[in-house]
């Protein structure tokens, strides 16, 4: 089983269209489920919080940590 995930919006004619990957043959049955999500009311207000991270230092300090704990796992070789 393989499972893709794409995330659309609604449009007026409540219409989407699904893009299958070429690697799935034709005639090849596929189960699909809609999964209707409410966007958040202060949305916006996230936003304005996400932008505002990266002049947050304390959040700037915690992504330079992170980096240094994976240097050495991004040094080796994966295969």
Known sequence: MEAIRQIVKVHKDHEIRVKV?????????LEMILIIKERPEDFKQKIRELKGAIKDKDFS???????EDFKMVDLQRWE
């Open 61 to 67: 300090n915690d992504l330079k940590v992170m980096s």
């Open 21 to 29: 990957p070429s690697h799935i043959p034709e005639n090849k049955i």
